[in-house]
């Protein structure tokens, strides 16, 4: 059974950095696809960021290219998002997924393993 931790969310001025990690366990991840979403206050979950665990290629959202990388490592079995220049808009719960196939994707209904969620809030 995959179980996904995350844990990093916490309270940060505008401008500033947060490194959240999502610990995977349950299963070999290597060809699993993993990803980041958010969901704020009154708004539907949106996607952040998707990593390949085995070839590493990445994808973005366009709201946070540029100011996030998301990472995992192996050995650890833990995928990280690390958010630097943070904004106000940022603020939301943030989730660690997994979908147990290839493939870079965006839409919450293509992962079948989530996370509980962190807390992330940014202050102006």
């Known amino acids: 059974q995959v179980q996904l931790v995350e844990s990093g969310g916490g309270l940060v001025q505008a401008g500033g950095s947060l490194r959240l990690s999502c610990a995977a366990s349950?299963?070999?991840?290597?060809?699993?696809?993993m990803g980041w979403f958010r969901q704020a206050p009154g708004k539907e979950r949106e996607f952040v960021a998707a990593?390949?665990?085995?070839?590493?290629?990445?994808k973005y959202a366009d709201s946070v290219k540029g100011r996030f990388t998301i990472s995992v490592d192996n050995a650890k079995n833990t995928m990280y998002l690390q958010m630097r220049n943070l904004k106000p808009e940022d603020t939301a719960v943030y989730y660690c997924?997994?979908?147990?196939?290839?493939?870079?994707?965006?839409?919450?209904?293509?992962?079948?393993?989530w996370g509980q969620g962190t807390q992330v809030t940014v202050s102006s």
């Open positions: 990593i390949s665990w085995s070839r590493g290629s990445t």
């Open positions: 997924a997994a979908r147990s196939q290839i493939g870079l994707l965006r839409e919450t209904y293509d992962y079948g393993y």
């Open positions: 349950g299963r070999t991840f290597s060809s699993y696809a």
